[in-house]
């Protein structure tokens, strides 16, 4: 079984920055893309950010040039860096990812999501 863990989530104040992780576990054989999405309540889920296995990344136009994404494969994580934040910001943030595992076939899990609120 494979599955995604968010953390870093927390209340922060404007211009303040966080780095959230996603880390997968379980029998996996490689790992393709690595999704970051948002959502907040009775809104409809946001792709953020995405960076692919060889580290080709792109970002929402909201988010550019404030969020960062890396990557580290062999321990199965990704981060999201997330810099100079805003009040607009706050949501619950999603990972999900392109998981090849050693049993074949392709999945796709997400993880529960942490929540992310940027407030004075």
């Known amino acids: 079984q494979v599955q995604l863990v968010e953390s870093g989530g927390a209340l922060v104040q404007p211009g303040e920055s966080l780095r959230l992780s996603c880390a997968a576990s379980?029998?996996?054989?490689?790992?393709?893309?690595m999704n970051w999405y948002r959502q907040a309540p009775g809104k409809q889920r946001e792709l953020v950010a995405v960076?692919?296995?060889?580290?080709?990344?792109n970002y929402a136009n909201s988010v550019k040039g404030r969020f960062t994404l890396s990557r580290d494969n062999a321990a199965n994580t990704g981060y999201l860096q997330m810099n100079s934040l805003k009040p607009g910001d706050t949501d619950v943030y999603y990972c999900?990812?392109?998981?090849?595992?050693?049993?074949?076939?392709?999945?796709?899990?997400w993880g529960q999501g942490t929540q992310v609120t940027v407030s004075s």
């Open positions: 999900n990812a392109d998981i090849i595992p050693v049993t074949g076939g392709l999945l796709d899990p």
């Open positions: 960076i692919t296995s060889d580290g080709s990344t």
């Open positions: 379980g029998n996996i054989l490689s790992i393709y893309a």
